[in-house]
């Protein structure tokens, strides 16, 4: 079973408008964290935001956000305001402290374009 | 500060002769990981560093593929008689180690494209 499912291939969104990719996890868990990656078509991976199993409220870092559904295993990340610089692929990705807490597991990504 | 780098940035290989990819992680952090990225199979976990010891080399595909780390900063991951399904990109990352509520953030280097022909 997929670990990290990311149902949309691509999204389009108008420039400043918001947008949401879709994550959806599967693990048994209780400890584990959920990460958002930016990769643009240069190939860097950029980390994005973080949320940990147990966090009480949803991350945010500037223009991102993540909305955690818990008991819906979802971790859906949410762009305010979509700039230019925003197309690229996003991936989520989780740790999970019981099976080698190092690795992460990724989703097969999405890739945003931002229309101007 | 210095990110992770990767040398070489692109290599070009017959199959069969031997690969080694370099990673230097950023200063200070003691974990550090290899993963793997190709259309066919996305992002693929290859191996975890804590330290200079390996407690996870789980994604390694095969006995083909072996990495090692000295001192706690610089690692190699060699690929021996490389196949065509080799060709890829590799990427590095390194993070401060520990579980850290499930936040211990990865970075990651620019990668190194590997092409075997």
């Known amino acids: 079973a997929q670990k990290i499912t990311q149902t949309q291939p691509g999204m389009f969104v108008q420039e400043k408008e918001a947008v949401t990719l879709d994550c959806t996890y599967d693990t048994s868990d209780p400890s584990y964290g959920l990460f958002w990656y930016k990769q643009p078509s240069s190939g860097e991976m950029i980390f994005l935001i973080y949320q940990g199993s147990y966090d009480q409220q949803n991350a945010t870092e500037g223009r991102y956000s993540l909305n955690f559904q818990k008991a819906r295993k979802s971790a859906n990340l949410v762009i305010s305001a979509s700039q230019l610089g925003d197309s690229a692929m996003y991936f989520c990705a989780m740790r999970e402290r019981g099976t080698s807490y190092g690795k992460l597991t990724f989703g097969q990504g999405t890739i945003l374009t931002v229309h101007p | 500060g210095a990110g992770v780098s990767q040398s070489p940035s692109n290599k070009v290989t017959e199959k069969g002769k031997d690969v080694e990819l370099r990673c230097d992680p950023i200063s200070g952090h003691t974990a550090l990981y290899w993963y793997r990225q190709s259309l066919g199979q996305g992002l693929e976990f290859l191996i975890y560093f804590q330290g200079n010891s390996a407690p996870d080399k789980s994604g390694l595909p095969s006995d083909r593929f072996s990495a090692e780390r000295t001192g706690g900063s610089v690692s190699t991951l060699t690929i021996q008689r490389t196949q065509q399904e080799d060709s890829a990109v590799y990427l590095c990352?390194?993070?401060?180690?520990?579980?850290?509520?499930?936040?211990?953030?990865?970075?990651f280097g620019p990668g190194t494209r590997l092409t075997v022909l």
């Open positions: 990352a390194s993070s401060l180690g520990g579980w850290r509520g499930g936040g211990d953030t990865q970075y």
